[in-house]
């Protein structure tokens, strides 16, 4: 793969990272298996983020290899399979920017909140979450995320729910821009596995009325917005998803971002696809959608 644009690893986030690496040793940076240790397991439930995956089964992103190598930009995907409970990593540990995929951490924060002060979300607070994650509206998120308690209260909740490699941004604006600085919280696939999981599957972190609450408003994004990991999924499958888009100064090529839970036809799985460097956004999507129809074809070959 041509490598355009990729995003630095932070000085906090080497060690970690190198933890990653040590864990992963013996598998390519291309198509890789296996779990770090410090992405959690839910105890008790057959759903969760499981143990590396057998070095006998072949990735499913396997089959990609080829076509991204003449593919512009950098990309990183992580995938779990519930029906496996095998979790698979492309490029694993690159940190790349959110963009509007932190939507998810917002609501899921808004949700926590609610829950742990005993109440129901306000009027206002759904009706701000739900133009954010169907209508994917910035002001929403901004106004959603200063209610919630800003960049702080968002680290916090995604502490707690296992995204050990994410970092919201602070900025109030990406610089050179008007664009919300929310967009430049930073993440890896896998930690975006981690939070669909949360709202996909039981677990101590999200109710499950709130987790039914969330994926709702995620199996509702407006029709332009349904592509991404939806890429070769056929219809009657039921897919929550939120993606994410922007042109980074002073390059301006694309961060476009796709992560859902995709459920049907003998699939259960969370895959997230982000991609950075790309010349423009539907470029960035062909890439994701590509991936998303191997994974949903390697899938039903009974990995």
């Known amino acids: 793969m041509t490598v355009r644009h990729r995003r630095a690893v932070r000085p906090h986030q ?16 291309s198509a890789a298996t296996g779990k770090p240790a410090d992405t959690p397991s839910v105890s008790g439930q057959s759903n969760s983020p499981a143990p590396s995956a057998s070095p006998t089964l ?29 979790t698979w990593l492309l490029d694993p540990g690159v940190i790349q920017d959110t963009a509007s995929i932190v939507k998810v951490e917002i609501m899921g924060t808004a949700l926590a909140e609610a829950a742990a002060a005993g109440r129901a979300l306000s009027a206002a607070e759904a009706g701000l979450m739900t ?39 602070t900025l109030a604006f990406i610089p050179g821009t008007t664009l919300p600085g929310w967009g430049l ?7 975006e596995v981690t939070i669909v999981s949360r709202f996909a599957y039981p677990n101590p972190f999200l109710s499950d009325a709130a987790r039914a609450y969330g994926l709702r408003l995620m199996e509702n994004v407006e029709a332009d917005q349904n592509w991404g990991v939806t890429g070769g999924v056929p219809a009657g499958t039921t897919v929550a998803l939120k993606n994410g888009w922007v042109p980074i100064p002073p390059s301006n090529y694309w961060q476009v971002n796709s992560i859902g839970w995709i459920s049907g036809h003998g699939r259960n799985y969370v895959l997230a696809v982000l991609t950075d460097g790309n010349p423009s956004q539907p470029y960035g999507i062909a890439t994701i959608e590509a ?11 009974g990995h």
Do not use: W
Request: proline share 3%; net charge positive; charged share 15%.
């Open 58 to 86: 072949t990735s499913p992103f396997a089959s990609v290899r080829g076509y991204l190598a003449h593919r512009s930009g950098q990309v990183t995907a992580a995938l779990y399979d519930a029906r496996t409970r095998q």
């Open 131 to 169: 133009a954010m994650i169907e209508n994917s509206d910035n002001k929403s998120a901004t106004t959603l995320l200063a209610q919630v308690g800003g960049p702080s209260a968002i680290g916090r909740f995604d502490r707690s729910v296992g995204m050990t490699h994410t970092t919201p941004s």
């Open 14 to 29: 080497v060690a970690a990272l190198a933890a990653i690496a040590f864990l992963l040793l013996g598998c390519t940076s």
């Open 291 to 301: 991936i998303a129809r191997a994974v949903y074809a390697e899938l039903g070959r």
């Open 185 to 191: 919280t930073t993440t890896t696939a896998l930690d």
